[in-house]
């Protein structure tokens, strides 16, 4: 299913608000913290709200990677109403392909959610700016749900590490981490990080 929604609404009220994008997601994620790590259940800090209906509940049980990631664009969108441009099946079956959890978003997962409704686009690994939402994978093939802070990089310029928000256990839920960028078997792939940037800028 592809929703209509327009870059140019998305660069409106970004531009109205006179900031980034960028900054309201990282201002969000911000809000939460810690909060026990389980991978289960919608794994989201915060009810999950659309008009009247409660689109996910907050997990009793603590948050996971792609449940944080959600609140987090969701809340960012649903703070200057930009939200309501989707019903409630179509914001479900966003979040599905968030999830990874549909055969066409399993790789990309938010890069795929956000390019399909028109609500973001990929972002290359060295133009990629704190406040970008990233699905990566290691070389183990586990993967992550976060939202990009900054690269670490050698003397040479070259990417050695990504420092990143998200909900994982060893921050035991919602914290900044880093995580190795390379070869090692749980190091991450650099040829499966995915990066997108809501709006169009």
């Not at 997601?25 to 911000?30: G, T, Y």
């Not at 995580?179 to 800028?201: S, T």
Request: net charge positive.
């Amino acid at each position: 299913m592809k929703f209509i929604v327009t870059f140019f609404l998305v660069f409106l009220f970004g531009n109205i608000i006179g900031q980034p994008l960028n900054d309201f997601v990282i201002n969000e994620a911000n809000k939460y913290s810690g909060g026990t790590y389980k991978w289960s259940g919608s794994g989201c800090p915060v009810d999950i709200v659309l008009g009247e209906k409660i689109l996910l509940q907050k997990s009793a049980i603590g948050s996971h990677c792609s449940g944080f990631t959600f609140t987090v664009l969701f809340n960012t969108l649903k703070a200057h109403g930009f939200h309501e441009r989707m019903n409630f099946d179509q914001w479900k079956t966003f979040q599905q392909h968030w999830y990874g959890n549909t055969t066409i978003a399993a790789e990309t997962q938010c890069l795929y959610a956000l390019e399909t409704c028109e609500l973001g686009r990929k972002v290359a690994l060295e133009e990629a700016q704190s406040g970008d939402f990233v699905q990566f994978w290691r070389n183990n093939n586990t993967g992550h749900s976060v939202i990009f802070l900054a690269w670490v990089k050698d003397e040479k310029g070259k990417i050695t590490a990504m420092k990143y928000r998200s909900s994982q256990k060893v921050t035991n839920g919602i914290g900044d981490r880093t995580e190795p960028v390379g070869k090692g078997e749980k190091d991450i792939n650099p040829k499966r990080i995915y990066i997108a940037r809501l709006g169009d800028e």
